[in-house]
């Protein structure tokens, strides 16, 4: 979905091309401390011709395998932060055009309580009325819902560490298909990227093509899917090299003999 930049009084305001509602931040990623308290500000604007009810609410999320967000219930995944943070005001009318201030207050408990380590998060949907759309000629009702991702990292315990579990080499029409499984085997987040080489009996490069950078959970696999070009009679070695900030880079190696 298109996204629309618009400047408000100093604030940005983002919106998917023809949404009602403007929002103006869409993540927070906090460094913590254990039996700290922190305050999170953002902006919502009606930008619908008429007046609306939004509601404010928690949730807790991951990603797929593939890299897409899934939903659920607050408390529902192991890290989830969903305890500790609050949001207000949890229901408004806004008139056309009005901004609301909103506040979330992220309370981590003391390590008395619980010792913590690494990253947890969690999610805060913002969700406006149900209003018509057309679509093909039919007009539906939709609910327009955004939601602002919170990351909060206990300061000191972070340790990034990661591997490649699998690399999987598969014949095409054209060529063939590269398939990585990356796995963040450490307890923050991560941001990886990489590439998948080709190389001949020799170590010369062959081939080599960049994979796009992509964010990943603790603990969570991601699957990646690069695409080779036919290749000569012989033997290759395949290797995916994936580099997740840290002090060395992992790599998965697949041999490929072409006869």
Request: proline content about 5%.
């Amino acid at each position: 979905m298109r996204k629309l930049a618009l400047v408000l009084s100093g604030l940005i305001l983002l919106a998917a091309g023809g949404a009602a509602l403007q929002i103006s931040q869409i993540e927070f990623d906090l460094q913590v401390n254990q039996g700290e308290s922190y305050n999170l500000t953002f902006y919502v604007k009606n930008d619908a011709e008429t007046s609306q009810t939004v509601i404010a609410y928690l949730g807790d999320w991951d990603r797929d395998i593939d890299g897409k967000n899934r939903f659920y219930k607050p408390g529902t995944i192991a890290r989830s932060l969903c305890a500790w943070l609050d949001v207000e005001p949890k229901r408004v009318t806004l008139e056309s055009g009005e901004v609301q201030r909103y506040t979330a207050t992220l309370t981590i408990p003391p390590r008395e309580e619980i010792p913590l380590d690494g990253t947890y998060w969690g999610i805060i949907f913002v969700q406006g009325e149900p209003r018509p759309v057309n679509q093909g000629g039919t007009t539906v009702m939709a609910i327009e819902r955004f939601g602002i991702k919170v990351y909060a990292t206990i300061a000191g315990t972070e340790r990034s560490s990661g591997e490649v579990e699998k690399l999987e080499v598969s014949p095409t029409s054209g060529g063939y298909s590269v398939t990585v499984y990356y796995t963040n085997t450490g307890n923050v987040h991560q941001r990886v990227t990489g590439t998948v080489a080709v190389l001949d009996r020799t170590g010369n490069e062959v081939e080599t093509i960049p994979l796009p950078e992509f964010p990943i959970l603790p603990g969570a696999t991601r699957r990646l899917t690069a695409e080779l070009p036919a290749l000569s009679r012989g033997v290759y070695l395949v290797q995916a090299v994936l580099d997740y900030g840290g002090e060395v880079k992992v790599a998965g190696l697949k041999v490929l003999r072409i006869r």
